[in-house]
């Protein structure tokens, strides 16, 4: 499940109402996937089977209610998202990551905050490891000196 690949998103009175308890887009996003996975479970109930939810442009936030259920896994994706930006020059965790002095709100910070939340709240995280430096494809990207660093970083959360 996931949110179009786009910054449109349903404004319909429901869907409104799911922003507001959630603090976000992920509100209808989650909502939905949780309704399957109640699906799902019913129909399958001696199976473990998950439904996965991509938390990604948009919806990567972490709601401030709603809870996904134990057969949601979800998919967080460090990618470039709608009011934030990924540094492809330090590691996921963001610890050495301060955003740059003209735009602070290209850090790492915000993303392993949101990846940390996940993990707290969900029975499953994967991750979906998207970095590369989308405005320059012909240089080399700077993520793979950080590689190693970061798969140490996902791994070690009991969720992932």
């Not at 319909?12 to 799911?18: G, H, K, M, N, Q």
């Not at 209808?28 to 479970?41: E, K, M, Q, R, W």
């Not at 990567?60 to 492809?88: G, H, L, W």
């Not at 707290?120 to 080399?140: D, K, L, N, Q, T």
Request: hydrophobic residues 40%; charged residues 20%.
């Amino acid at each position: 499940m996931s949110q179009l690949d786009s910054a449109n998103f349903c404004m319909c009175e429901r869907c409104l109402e799911y922003y507001r308890l959630d603090g976000g887009h992920v509100g209808p996003v989650l909502h939905f996937t949780n309704a399957i996975a109640d699906a799902v479970s019913e129909a399958y109930p001696d199976d473990v089977i998950y439904v996965d939810m991509l938390a990604y442009w948009g919806t990567s936030s972490v709601p401030k209610v709603t809870r996904p259920r134990d057969n949601v896994s979800i998919s967080y994706c460090f990618y470039n998202d709608i009011e934030k930006n990924a540094c492809y020059a330090h590691g996921a965790d963001g610890r050495d990551c301060v955003g740059t002095a003209r735009n602070t709100a290209v850090s790492n910070r915000v993303y392993a905050a949101e990846f940390e939340g996940w993990c707290e709240i969900a029975s499953r995280v994967v991750v979906w490891y998207y970095p590369g430096m989308w405005e320059w494809c012909a240089i080399p990207s700077s993520t793979i000196a950080n590689l190693r660093k970061d798969m140490a970083y996902f791994s070690s959360f009991d969720s992932v």
